[in-house]
């Protein structure tokens, strides 16, 4: 992990120049020798072989304080760098009751036990220190990190989601975009706890800062998933995967062509046939005659539709209910005839009487979106209630439309 690479390097920072807090004091030259000899294995980051001199210096009896002081500082250090962390442990526990510590040298110390548990691969004792040293006021952004790995290597996801959470809401008050490979381990975390709308929620943050086509292919594809999703939907699922360029497939193309045509909208059905041509998607391998004859009849029932629509919008006016208002206005804005479609729509929506009122004001949301008035789209997409997956949609389209 590129964040955790000054572990390595983390025992270096603890090297004590024997002699120069305490000018005053000395060290015998048997346990200044090996001490010092052990700070030179560990300049050359020999760290094991330095902590085997640690013990050849406390072989020696009768130490003062400020020897036993510099040894346990050279131990911790030692096996800070050997991924010894018990042994370092030790030593900060040997170092904090001789009240020798600064506050600095604490926080410090405390973190090289954090990352010696760490290396040495036993997390749940690496969490506990990095904890630790978090709570003691440490303000190295590195070791949440060493605590949320090891949470995680340690399989306790609810901790590490905890942790995670705890950083984005920082990072956000901050003004900071959430690290992509973050917001990745959350959404492994709710997968493991088997949190499928906190992983949902995770898909959705990295459409908003992260929009690669594959994280709208899980959302997508997630949301369709979703108990109580309307099949009457699937047309707007694929609105969705053709704003998001995420029609892979001869079948994702025309199947859209398919439920466009069904709906009556033969100019969504040819922007879908149109575009799976230009990519090479349609047209090729061995369904080649089949692409040809949707494209044909695509092109067929758009050319009997511009025929009718001065009748369909008569029909519309002298229906009870607005819902023939809404889907013929929401026909002409995918037509090209932008202004007249959303004043029909918005016609439609005030005459009431609607079947599926929270569909009309999805689609107007949608039509605002394609027709560049983000601000009244958006303004109807945060309207749009239900639990059939009318709503899901709306707040996809709003991530959709913070992306342009």
């Given at each position: 992990?590129?964040?955790?690479?000054?572990?390595?390097?983390?025992?270096?920072?603890?090297?004590?120049?024997?002699?120069?807090?305490?000018?005053?004091?000395?060290?015998?030259?048997?346990?200044?020798?090996?001490?010092?000899?052990?700070?030179?294995?560990?300049?050359?980051?020999?760290?094991?072989?330095?902590?085997?001199?640690?013990?050849?210096?406390?072989?020696?009896?009768?130490?003062?304080?400020?020897?036993?002081?510099?040894?346990?500082?050279?131990?911790?250090?030692?096996?800070?760098?050997?991924?010894?962390?018990?042994?370092?442990?030790?030593?900060?526990?040997?170092?904090?009751?001789?009240?020798?510590?600064?506050?600095?040298?604490?926080?410090?110390?405390?973190?090289?036990?954090?990352?010696?548990?760490?290396?040495?691969?036993?997390?749940?004792?690496a969490a506990v220190w990095a904890a630790r040293y978090l709570?003691?006021?440490?303000?190295?952004?590195?070791?949440?990190?060493?605590?949320?790995?090891?949470?995680?290597?340690?399989?306790?996801?609810?901790?590490?989601?905890?942790?995670?959470?705890?950083e984005f809401a920082a990072n956000e008050k901050a003004g900071?975009?959430?690290?992509?490979?973050?917001?990745?381990?959350?959404?492994?975390?709710?997968?493991?706890?088997?949190?499928?709308?906190?992983?949902?929620?995770?898909?959705?943050?990295?459409?908003?800062?992260?929009?690669?086509?594959?994280?709208?292919?899980?959302?997508?594809?997630?949301?369709?998933?979703?108990?109580?999703?309307?099949?009457?939907?699937?047309?707007?699922?694929?609105?969705?995967?053709?704003?998001?360029?995420?029609?892979?497939?001869?079948?994702?193309?025309?199947?859209?062509?398919?439920?466009?045509?069904?709906?009556?909208?033969?100019?969504?059905?040819?922007?879908?046939?149109?575009?799976?041509?230009?990519?090479?998607?349609?047209?090729?391998?061995?369904?080649?005659?089949?692409?040809?004859?949707?494209?044909?009849?695509?092109?067929?029932?758009?050319?009997?539709?511009?025929?009718?629509?001065?009748?369909?919008?008569?029909?519309?006016?002298?229906?009870?209910?607005?819902?023939?208002?809404?889907?013929?206005?929401?026909?002409?804005?995918?037509?090209?005839?932008?202004?007249?479609?959303?004043?029909?729509?918005?016609?439609?929506?005030?005459?009431?009487?609607?079947?599926?009122?929270?569909?009309?004001?999805?689609?107007?949301?949608?039509?605002?979106?394609?027709?560049?008035?983000?601000?009244?789209?958006?303004?109807?997409?945060?309207?749009?209630?239900?639990?059939?997956?009318?709503?899901?949609?709306?707040?996809?389209?709003?991530?959709?439309?913070?992306?342009?």
């Amino acid at each position: 992990m590129k964040y955790l690479r000054h572990l390595t390097t983390i025992a270096a920072a603890l090297l004590f120049v024997m002699g120069s807090a305490h000018s005053q004091e000395t060290l015998r030259p048997e346990i200044g020798k090996p001490l010092q000899a052990a700070q030179e294995l560990l300049k050359a980051q020999k760290p094991k072989e330095a902590l085997a001199k640690v013990r050849e210096a406390d072989a020696v009896s009768g130490k003062t304080p400020y020897e036993s002081s510099i040894l346990e500082r050279m131990r911790l250090a030692a096996a800070a760098g050997a991924g010894d962390g018990e042994t370092a442990a030790k030593a900060l526990e040997a170092l904090t009751a001789s009240g020798k510590l600064t506050a600095a040298d604490q926080q410090k110390f405390t973190e090289a036990v954090a990352v010696a548990f760490y290396r040495a691969k036993e997390y749940s004792k690496a969490a506990v220190w990095a904890a630790r040293y978090l709570k003691e006021g440490g303000n190295n952004p590195q070791m949440r990190t060493v605590l949320v790995q090891s949470h995680y290597l340690n399989n306790d996801f609810a901790s590490a989601a905890k942790e995670l959470n705890t950083e984005f809401a920082a990072n956000e008050k901050a003004g900071n975009k959430p690290a992509e490979d973050q917001l990745q381990m959350l959404a492994t975390c709710y997968l493991k706890l088997n949190d499928h709308t906190g992983y949902a929620g995770v898909l959705e943050r990295l459409v908003i800062h992260y929009p690669k086509k594959e994280y709208w292919a899980d959302l997508l594809h997630r949301i369709q998933k979703k108990p109580g999703f309307a099949d009457r939907l699937a047309l707007d699922v694929f609105r969705l995967k053709f704003a998001s360029d995420n029609l892979n497939s001869a079948g994702d193309y025309m199947e859209m062509a398919q439920l466009a045509l069904q709906q009556g909208y033969p100019a969504e059905a040819k922007k879908a046939v149109e575009q799976g041509y230009t990519t090479g998607i349609l047209g090729n391998g061995n369904d080649t005659e089949r692409h040809k004859r949707l494209r044909d009849l695509v092109n067929k029932q758009l050319a009997d539709d511009q025929k009718n629509l001065s009748q369909g919008e008569v029909q519309a006016n002298a229906a009870k209910d607005g819902t023939g208002l809404v889907n013929i206005g929401f026909n002409d804005v995918l037509n090209g005839r932008n202004d007249k479609g959303i004043a029909l729509m918005e016609q439609g929506i005030a005459k009431g009487g609607l079947k599926r009122p929270e569909d009309a004001k999805l689609h107007l949301g949608i039509a605002c979106l394609l027709t560049g008035q983000k601000a009244k789209g958006m303004q109807a997409l945060k309207a749009v209630q239900g639990s059939d997956g009318t709503a899901d949609l709306a707040r996809l389209w709003l991530l959709q439309a913070q992306r342009s």
